[in-house]
């Protein structure tokens, strides 16, 4: 496969993100990965796990995150998977903490705590409004591993219900994430403050400490009552083409891919990596920092 240009990234290595190969059971509104879950031919843990190997090699510093679907909804796979991760990387799982028939809050709690060393933070979707499956609050604040609960802010989302959400989780040692839809970020409106109906209600109810970002991505940190709370805005690809101070073209990736057919992919987008030059990508400084403090 032709590639256009060298690639560039980070220090340590673009996240490598892995969409295990099977699927949840919600339905929320915002959801752009579930159409890749209707048709699981070509699935495949044992490529996934090839590919993981093959980008750890690349690079054995990166961070990865299990994303779907539902990386919790098969808790042996996801084992199989988490063990194919050396401890030098740090480890995300983006999940509802699914509880079900064959799956107690006990044996989530059992899986984390077996795990709590390879496991840097559990991302837990949990929403203003009612879109996914919840299991109990309680669940969450006994985890052994830290926590973080995600929330999209969609659409005419209940902005007064926004202090009683986050109060919901004060004492569940857990941080906020409130998430912008990622399929309106443009680099015009990633940095732009005018507009942004979810920025002033944030800072009409909470207290804003400041601002951190890139070219890619940003974070707006607020606190309420003891609670940490970022306003996190992406844009809904994940490569940057830009001429270096050497003159050469790159393409600057910021995430990896690895699809539930073990495909690595070097964007969101559907762009297949060519993984022999990633062999030979060239690092730049992390170009995340501080842009405001208070
Ligand atoms: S829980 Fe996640 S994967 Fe499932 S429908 Fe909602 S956003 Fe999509």
Request: aromatic share 12%; charged share 25%; glycine share 6%.
């Given at each position: 496969?032709?590639?256009?240009?060298p690639?560039?990234?980070?220090?340590?290595?673009a996240?490598?993100?892995?969409?295990?190969?099977?699927?949840?059971?919600?339905?929320?509104?915002f959801?752009?990965?579930?159409?890749?879950?209707?048709?699981?031919?070509?699935?495949?843990?044992?490529?996934?796990?090839?590919?993981?190997?093959?980008?750890?090699?690349?690079?054995?510093?990166?961070?990865?995150?299990?994303?779907?679907g539902e990386?919790?909804a098969?808790?042996?796979?996801?084992?199989?998977?988490?063990?194919?991760?050396?401890?030098t990387?740090?480890?995300?799982?983006?999940?509802?903490?699914?509880?079900?028939?064959?799956?107690?809050?006990?044996?989530?709690?059992?899986?984390?705590?077996r795990?709590?060393?390879?496991?840097?933070?559990?991302n837990i979707?949990?929403?203003?409004?009612?879109?996914?499956?919840?299991?109990?609050?309680?669940?969450?604040?006994?985890?052994?591993?830290?926590?973080?609960?995600?929330?999209?802010l969609?659409?005419n989302y209940?902005?007064?219900?926004?202090?009683?959400?986050?109060?919901?989780?004060?004492?569940?040692?857990?941080?906020?994430?409130?998430?912008?839809?990622?399929?309106?970020?443009?680099?015009?409106?990633l940095?732009?403050?005018?507009?942004?109906?979810?920025l002033h209600?944030?800072?009409k109810?909470?207290?804003?400490?400041?601002?951190?970002?890139c070219?890619?991505?940003?974070?707006?940190?607020?606190?309420?009552?003891?609670?940490?709370?970022?306003y996190?805005?992406?844009?809904?690809?994940?490569?940057?083409?830009?001429?270096?101070?050497?003159?050469?073209?790159?393409?600057?990736?910021?995430?990896?891919?690895?699809?539930?057919?073990?495909?690595?992919?070097?964007?969101?987008?559907?762009?297949?990596m060519?993984?022999?030059?990633?062999?030979?990508?060239?690092?730049?400084?992390?170009?995340?920092?501080?842009?405001?403090?208070?």
């Amino acid at each position: 496969m032709p590639m256009a240009n060298p690639y560039k990234t980070r220090e340590g290595g673009a996240t490598v993100t892995v969409f295990v190969p099977y699927d949840c059971r919600n339905h929320c509104p915002f959801c752009i990965n579930k159409q890749e879950y209707a048709d699981t031919t070509g699935f495949s843990l044992e490529k996934i796990c090839a590919s993981i190997r093959r980008m750890d090699a690349i690079t054995p510093r990166c961070d990865f995150v299990f994303t779907g679907g539902e990386p919790m909804a098969n808790l042996d796979s996801l084992q199989i998977m988490l063990d194919c991760i050396p401890t030098t990387h740090r480890v995300f799982i983006n999940t509802t903490l699914p509880v079900f028939e064959d799956q107690s809050p006990q044996d989530i709690l059992d899986f984390f705590t077996r795990n709590k060393g390879k496991i840097t933070c559990v991302n837990i979707s949990r929403h203003i409004q009612h879109y996914v499956e919840e299991s109990p609050d309680e669940l969450i604040g006994q985890l052994p591993v830290p926590a973080r609960v995600n929330c999209v802010l969609w659409k005419n989302y209940p902005s007064a219900e926004l202090p009683s959400f986050v109060e919901r989780w004060k004492d569940r040692h857990v941080s906020i994430q409130f998430r912008y839809d990622y399929t309106d970020t443009t680099p015009e409106n990633l940095y732009r403050e005018e507009d942004d109906k979810i920025l002033h209600d944030l800072k009409k109810y909470f207290t804003y400490k400041g601002l951190d970002g890139c070219r890619m991505r940003n974070g707006y940190h607020f606190e309420y009552d003891g609670v940490e709370i970022t306003y996190h805005k992406t844009l809904p690809y994940s490569t940057i083409t830009e001429t270096g101070p050497d003159g050469v073209t790159y393409d600057i990736l910021y995430d990896v891919i690895i699809k539930q057919n073990g495909d690595i992919h070097s964007d969101w987008t559907g762009v297949m990596m060519d993984v022999p030059a990633y062999e030979h990508v060239v690092f730049e400084p992390d170009d995340q920092k501080w842009l405001e403090r208070c």
